[in-house]
Every structure is written in structure tokens, then in C-alpha cells.
């Protein structure tokens, strides 16, 4: 694919979607960390519905701390994997309260250092709580990346660096929402829904189901 197409398709994003973000609730940096963490292998509906109960009764490290185990699981149960969930939230909440002010740093090798943040949500937590452009590869931005041409790579990190090449400057902070939502809502795995995407005549997969 070459830069004049993906700066079309990126063209065509942004005038449908002017200003995209995440489908996950929240209202500090705080929250999403930890709305974040709660969304691995887990739908957003899903984490929003289990923070909404939980983020009335205590959205800061030192009220979560205050739960205790027991406490933010019983807010968190609904999750798959909430017991691991519930322990990393745990010591992440501790180290922040320790080391950083009880703030979540924006900085990518401290957020790394928490657990139950990878480089995945350190890029999400980046881009979307401070603004940075910063693309944080899941399983749909790999898809699209690789099935239309855009950014192909064998990792999510192949991926994640190819993007940060190819994409344009202007598109670079908003790129990550705009991929996540095509291959959350289009660009499906199973049956892509190539009859209503947006950039069908720009993308170079072979089996479009046009
Ligand atoms: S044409 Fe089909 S395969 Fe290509 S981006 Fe659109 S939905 Fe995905």
C-alpha cells in the first residue's frame, strides 16, 4: 500500500469520525488505568458495567486500597479473570500511592512497571488519558493492519512500529481509535462487512467479500 492511500483512508476515518475515543468509561486517568487492566480479554460493555458500580464507592488508589481483596472483588466479579484483576489493581494502587503521588505517571517505562500493565495498556493509557500518539496494537488493530496492507507486521509490536512510521503526523493521536473501532465494528474477524466499509476501494485484501 502506498502513503497516498493510507493517508486517504485515514482521510475518510476522520471525516466520519471527527473526534474518536474509547469506548470505556471514565473521567480521570485513574479511572481508565483501571478500567484498562479490568478489560483484558473482556468486552468494554462489560468493564463499564462493573465500574459504574464501582467508581461511585472509590475511584483513587487509596480508596480501592481501602476495599481491600475482598472488597473490589466483590465490585469486580462480573469480569472474567477478576481474581488476578483484583490483585495487580491492588499492588498497582500501592505503588502509585508509594512512587508516584497516588497519580498515574505519563511515562511508559513507570506504567510498564505496574503490574498488570503491559506495553498495550501503557500505549492506551498514553494516548488516551494524556494525548500522546501512541498506538496501542490489540487484535483488532493487527487485523486491520494486516489485512488491508496499512502497516502489515508479525508481531503487535511489528505492527505497532510500522504504524508509527506510515501514519501520517496529523492522524498520529487519533490513529489507535479510529483502527480499533473498523476492526471492532467493520473489518470483523470472522465476516468482514466489506459491502459497507468505508475504504473498501483502498484496501488490498484479497478475499473482500464485496
Ligand atoms: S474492505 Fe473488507 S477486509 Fe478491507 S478493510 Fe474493509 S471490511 Fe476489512
Redesign the pocket.
Known sequence: MNNQKRREIFTRWREANPKPTTELDYTTPFELLIAVILSAQATDKGVNKATARLFPVANTPEAILALGLEGLKAHIRTIGLYNAKAENILKTCRILVAHHGSQVPRERTALEALPGVGRKTANVILNTAFGEPTIAVDTHIFR?AN??GLAPGKTPLAVEQRLLKVVPAEFRRDAHHWLIL?GRY??TARA???GD?L??DL?D?KE??L
Do not use: D
Open positions: 486491520v489485512r488491508t473498523h467493520t473489518c468482514p462487512r466489506c466499509c475504504i473498501a484496501c485484501f473482500k467479500t
